[in-house]
């Protein structure tokens, strides 16, 4: 997935509330940042139960998925170590509260080196 398959609404909709709250514009501090999941020589990124590689696997994130980055406290990232908190649906796009496929998200744990960049 790339940026550029993000719906303008809801980028805007990013940009907007990374404004209102006067956030930095790096990508690690935006907050709710949409991220893509990097290339693996398997293919995918495990998403995972809590931030260890003997937690189960939630599911697998295919490379090039969009993951939404969690975070707290004014863009704050939820981290553990080398790990991230994130989101992903199934189709790798990104989905608010209103949506219907919004339930579909399953949120984990990634090493944060498996993520790229986010927009």
């Known amino acids: 997935m790339t940026r550029c398959s993000l719906s303008a609404r809801r ?3 990013l940009a ?11 990508p ?8 893509e999941v990097l290339p693996t020589a398997d293919g995918f990124a495990a998403l995972r139960s809590a931030p260890s590689t003997d ?5 697998r994130m295919p490379t090039g998925h969009g993951v939404k980055m969690r975070s707290v406290q004014m863009g704050r990232l939820v981290t553990s170590g ?3 908190q994130v989101t ?3 189709d790798g ?6 949506d219907a496929e919004f339930s ?9 080196r498996l993520v790229g960049e986010c927009g």
């Open 11 to 13: 980028l805007g909709m």
């Open 16 to 26: 907007a509330t990374a404004l209102a709250l006067g956030l930095a514009a790096s």
């Open 28 to 35: 690690a501090s935006a907050l709710n940042a949409v991220c």
């Open 55 to 59: 937690a189960p696997m939630i599911r």
């Open 82 to 84: 080398r790990w991230v």
């Open 88 to 90: 992903h649906w199934p």
């Open 93 to 98: 796009k990104f989905y608010e509260p209103g």
């Open 104 to 112: 579909l998200g399953r949120t984990g744990w990634v090493v944060h």
